[in-house]
């Protein structure tokens, strides 16, 4: 094993084996009331039927994701017995004695009548591996409550999630600073996420009002941020496994912060996290972007010792994913990698009140699903969480695999056949081959336990043959059906197919290896740290910078905390552009948890020439720690000058 992976690993392990010690998992089973219409096989499926203005007889019609009719039968209180159903999606619609809708448009899709939707899961044959990859976002103290919390938890569990993403409102938990809530929504679903022996990433993105009037941004005291996180982690120890300090921090729907900003409140954050739970995963405050200047701008300042997980977002294509992953391992210091939200979602029509994407959109979500997963986990992230399990638009895009009332759509089928089939999943590597349309990926995975190779596999568009390293022991579809076995060859179409095979059928193949993870890079979190302030307007968040006058000196407020709990003394060192006048106290002392402003002068009239300049301040605090900051800076205006 590569000595970088080996690090990696464990140190992604060490902070699950607390969890792992009173949590061990079991195989789920259904709760008695099937939230969602989800069933295993082997049970008798009853479900309601579907509602009507008007009732015109009980009659109903069952048919499959191809639309074939498997079952016909009458309601008994308002309900349907199904029988036993293989695994697959299936809608029970209402047979009415009614004249046919009218015909739709031209190119255009017939009405929807009104249906109930029906899942049909395998039993998973063993529990699933708490390192498996597999995750998933659910905002459930978002958009849950009561038992429909506990019905969430269970459709993950039984789909063979590993990890959940949930969402927290730092106002809501301490209205009043030094405040907390003794009990809320946030803990209820802390508590029955772990007790579904879920592993739990929890994500914030706002300040109260009184940390920063601009709820958007970062607090301005980073003591605030350091209080909240350490009371989180200490509040759900042994429940919650992983915190992201903030969502989304590089664009402007969550504040648009720079680099230095991110990492300033990473190292305040990291330190809150582990003063509180010390087995914590403190993750990085993840990216939404892969933008050049904001990386490189973190990286300057040197967040790294202050994450455990290095976390990013992406919404591309699949053909996009090698560059995004790419940019983001360059700077994540060889830490393991956590993609938090990704997908590539469809457009939803008709019914404003439904939002329910069109019958062909449907297909296209449920086909995505392996696609998006299988190209991720090429990349090596350590952990992979699909955004999003809930019925969520923002405009007509819809996002969720299941329905307000926890019903699936077809990607959900498709969620669930990725947690069993790519269980534990490790790449292997990305086929190729001369067809440009044909996208396959092969992965050492444990479905229902067993160490297998697995070759996820679809096409573009249109069909082609796929030469196989020998007959694989089990296909399945892009909803876990079980397929009749290939032999030389596999059908590839624009949905994808898993083919299992035993261990090592790949090592002949002509794989392209999947992309090496960065060195993991050496360094010590400090107690102390570095932050600047600059208002929001004077910030060129593209270029990851603060706009400064050529025309006058500038006063930047520059911020030294002490987090530790002794007092602190050291020296700052000024790396300053040339020919730039900076000032700066040489010294500094900082009892524990003191905040000290500094004012730091630059003036940069005669020496202002580059569109971007960096300016550097260390200070060396003996066993406090170094700490660092890192500014862009960007000279205005800059005409007329050599």
Request: neutral net charge; glycine residues 8%.
């Amino acid at each position: 094993m590569n000595n970088t992976w080996f690090v990696m690993l464990l140190g992604l392990a060490f902070p699950l084996v607390a969890f792992a010690a009173g949590n061990e998992r079991t195989i789920p089973k259904p709760l008695p009331d099937h939230p969602g219409n989800v069933f295993l096989t082997g049970e008798d499926v009853v479900v309601p039927m579907p509602s009507a203005k008007e009732e015109q007889g009980g009659a109903w019609r069952l048919v499959d994701y191809e639309g074939k009719t498997v079952a016909e039968g009458k309601a008994a209180d308002g309900k349907a017995t199904l029988g036993k159903l293989p695994v697959g999606y299936y809608e029970l619609r209402r047979v009415v004695d009614a004249p046919s809708p009218t015909p739709p448009p031209q190119g255009g899709e017939a009405p929807r009548q009104p249906r109930v939707t029906v899942g049909v899961l395998a039993p998973l044959g063993a529990p699933t591996p708490m390192t498996s990859p597999i995750a998933i976002d659910v905002a459930m103290a978002w958009f849950y409550l009561g038992a429909q919390q506990e019905g969430a938890a269970s459709l993950c569990a039984l789909a063979g999630i590993n990890r959940m993403r949930d969402r927290l409102a730092w106002p809501e938990m301490e209205p009043k600073k030094g405040e907390f809530v003794a009990k809320n929504k946030y803990d209820d679903t802390a508590r029955k996420q772990a007790e579904a022996g879920l592993q739990i990433l929890q994500v914030h993105h706002s300040s109260p009002a009184w940390a920063n009037m601009d709820g958007k941004r970062f607090p301005l005291d980073l003591r605030d941020a350091y209080n909240f996180e350490k009371e989180m982690a200490r509040r759900w120890k042994g429940q919650v496994l992983a915190f992201e300090p903030w969502n989304e921090a590089d664009i402007t729907q969550f504040g648009g912060h720079t680099g230095a900003e991110m990492a300033a409140l990473q190292k305040a954050s990291y330190l809150g996290l582990k003063a509180g739970n010390p087995d914590v995963i403190a993750c990085l405050n993840v990216f939404a972007t892969a933008q050049a200047s904001i990386l490189a701008d973190l990286n300057d300042n040197q967040a790294w010792p202050y994450f455990d997980t290095y976390n990013l977002h992406h919404y591309s294509g699949t053909d996009a994913y090698p560059g995004i992953y790419a940019a983001h391992r360059a700077v994540s210091a060889g830490k393991p990698m956590w993609v938090s939200e990704f997908n590539a979602p469809v457009q939803w029509e008709g019914d404003k009140t439904e939002q329910e994407p069109s019958d062909a959109n449907l297909r296209v979500q449920g086909e995505r699903v392996a696609q998006v997963y299988a190209a991720s986990l090429h990349e090596g992230p350590a952990a992979a969480f699909y955004f999003i399990l809930p019925h969520y638009v923002e405009g007509k895009t819809q996002f969720g695999v299941i329905h307000k009332d926890l019903t699936p759509r077809p990607a959900f089928l498709a969620v669930a056949a990725v947690g069993r089939l790519l269980a534990d999943a490790k790449p292997l590597g990305r086929f190729t081959v001369a067809d440009a349309g044909l996208r396959a990926f092969a992965f050492r995975a444990r479905p229902d336990g067993k160490e297998q190779d697995v070759l996820v596999a679809w096409r573009s568009a249109g069909e082609a043959a796929l030469a196989l390293p020998g007959a694989p022991v089990a296909v399945f579809d892009h909803l876990g059906r079980k397929q009749q076995n290939a032999e030389a060859s596999l059908k590839i179409g624009r949905a994808p197919v898993f083919a299992c095979f035993e261990p090592g059928a790949f090592k002949n193949a002509q794989l392209q290896a999947p992309p090496k993870p960065a060195e993991l890079r050496p360094g010590k979190p400090s107690s102390i740290v570095l932050q600047a302030l600059w208002p929001k307007e004077r910030v060129a968040l593209n270029l990851s910078a603060y706009r400064i006058s050529t025309e006058k000196a500038e006063t930047i407020p520059l911020y030294a905390y002490n987090f530790g709990t002794e007092k602190a003394e050291g020296k700052l060192r000024l790396d300053a552009p040339e020919g730039w006048k900076v000032e700066l106290p040489e010294k500094l002392e900082l009892a524990a948890g003191e905040r000290k402003e500094l004012a730091l002068k630059v003036d940069c009239q005669a020496g202002a020439s580059a569109p971007i300049e960096t300016l550097k301040i260390a200070g060396a605090f003996g066993a406090s720690g170094d700490a660092v900051i890192s500014l862009r800076l960007k000279p205005e205006p800059l005409a007329n000058r050599r």
